[in-house]
């Protein structure tokens, strides 16, 4: 049974959400940082990157909302890990994309 054009468009719109997250290089660098530690608050990742603590807090709340970032209260500090299920579903995602539009590019199935 084939999805229906709703469905596609929903999950269209997520991956695009997903990708417009990872749209600048400043998200992703805090990604990077986020993947080397179990989690990190704000202020950690602030010193990692020299910027500023409400460009980055922007940047993680944006990462949060796409889903790609866990955000969990931790007394007086928020604590922020990467979401691996989500981020390997972009690659899958992603993945998919290129494999339907680009088909040459595919490795060959031998079954």
């Given at each position: 049974m084939s999805e229906s054009p709703e469905t596609r468009c929903t999950e269209s719109r997520a991956i695009a959400a997903r990708l417009a997250a990872l749209s600048h290089p400043a998200r992703i660098e805090i990604l990077k940082h986020l993947s080397a530690s179990r989690c990190c608050s704000c202020r950690e990742v602030v010193d990692h990157l020299d910027l500023a603590q409400s460009t980055v807090?922007?940047?993680?709340?944006?990462?949060?909302?796409?889903?790609?970032?866990?955000?969990?209260?931790?007394?007086?500090?928020?604590?922020?890990?990467?979401?691996?299920?989500?981020?390997?579903?972009?690659?899958?995602?992603?993945?998919?994309?290129?494999?339907s539009c680009c088909p040459s590019l595919s490795p060959i199935r031998q079954d």
């Amino acid at each position: 049974m084939s999805e229906s054009p709703e469905t596609r468009c929903t999950e269209s719109r997520a991956i695009a959400a997903r990708l417009a997250a990872l749209s600048h290089p400043a998200r992703i660098e805090i990604l990077k940082h986020l993947s080397a530690s179990r989690c990190c608050s704000c202020r950690e990742v602030v010193d990692h990157l020299d910027l500023a603590q409400s460009t980055v807090s922007q940047h993680l709340k944006i990462l949060v909302e796409a889903g790609l970032v866990r955000f969990e209260a931790d007394r007086q500090r928020s604590r922020y890990a990467v979401d691996h299920d989500a981020l390997a579903g972009v690659s899958a995602s992603l993945t998919q994309l290129v494999n339907s539009c680009c088909p040459s590019l595919s490795p060959i199935r031998q079954d």
